[in-house]
């Protein structure tokens, strides 16, 4: 696969380090200047005058909102602004007023905080998923294949955070309903990097805007079907509770909302560049990227979805057996090689993913194989 060509203005428009190769935009994304600076006079205003600022938000909120919905294909009437995706799966679970023994399927490539949110209200049930699994068929008929007569609710990843796959797709999705489970979907790095982030229509999904929306940090929405709507309980009781949803869940008196003002900023700029163009972008710039780790020596690619923006491969069997050793080796190459990645836990070895995003150069990818290998040699 030859390099792709850099995107044009790209680089320009965020304010990254340039002594290190940010490569992992998917954890917690970065800010395009445009919007730093929309989100820079939002603060000001709300510093000039703030009786005027606060009385005003809520009407704000709303009409920011409505932009956001219209970028997402959602209703704006049932969707919500979050602090992060997962004060929106506790959102949806506090909704689904679960007891004890009800069962909520997850998977082992579920991200911890979201499955520790479902621990925490009910009975956990993990699919086991291959990382190796072939494709997203195989994928759906093992999660069908965890299903039980008590699975009430099933907490889904749309993508897996470390391993970059596609989980939650509209079939799987369709065939849950149809056995009655109830589905919530963990949409973390949908807005922005997929056209339709809600395909499927689950009951519940959340996403967040500041990854691959280019919002300011802080920034995600919880999107749920009308017939739960009027079940979704704000986090703190607000003068907007009569409101309902989602203007009681929105508001939290004297807070920073700003970030969630200048939210739109961040997905009109994505399609003032051309949605679509950075897309494929994107997903080619990782695709080159893992193409070139792959020619290390045991490191192994894992089965990918084309349309993303991130790729995953497996490290020699030992590395990154858990959280401790992946955080360690994550830091190693940081601090020696000048590279940020993932770099993923699993029993008995973990693995790496790698983003690309319109900032990044091909010899960005390059300089972490070239330091990669002899690192990863050492150990």
Known sequence: MSAPT??????????????????????????????????????????????????????????????????????????????????????????????????????????????????????????????????????????????????????????SSPTARPIAGPQLLAELAERGVTTVVDGAHAPGMLADPLAGRPDFWFGNLHKWGYAPPGSAVLAVAAPHRERVRPPVPSWEDHRGFPRAVEYRATADYTGWLAAPEGLDLLADLGAERVRAHNSALAAHGAELLARLPGLTPLPADEALAMRALRLPSGLARTQEEAAALREEIAARLGCRILVWAWPGGGGIRVCGQIYNRPEEYERLVAGLGPLLDGR
């Open 6 to 159: 850099p995107f044009p203005g790209g680089p320009e428009l965020f304010r990254l380090g340039a002594e290190v190769a940010h490569l992992n935009h998917g954890s917690f994304g970065a800010v395009p200047v445009p919007v730093v600076e929309a989100h820079r006079r939002l603060l000001a205003e709300s510093h000039a005058d703030p009786d005027a600022f606060f009385l005003g938000v809520p009407d704000r909120i709303a009409e920011a909102r409505h932009r956001v919905a219209a970028h997402l294909g959602a209703d704006p009437e049932g969707i919500a602004f979050t602090a992060n995706a997962t004060e929106g799966a506790n959102l949806a679970l506090d909704a689904l007023r679960l007891e004890p023994d009800d069962e909520v399927l997850v998977t082992d490539h579920g991200y911890g905080t979201v499955v520790a949110a479902a621990a925490r209200r009910a009975r956990v049930t993990t699919a086991v998923l291959d990382p190796a699994l072939a494709d997203e068929d195989a994928v759906r008929k093992a999660v069908l294949a965890a299903v039980t007569s008590r699975t009430k609710v099933a907490l889904l990843d749309q993508i």
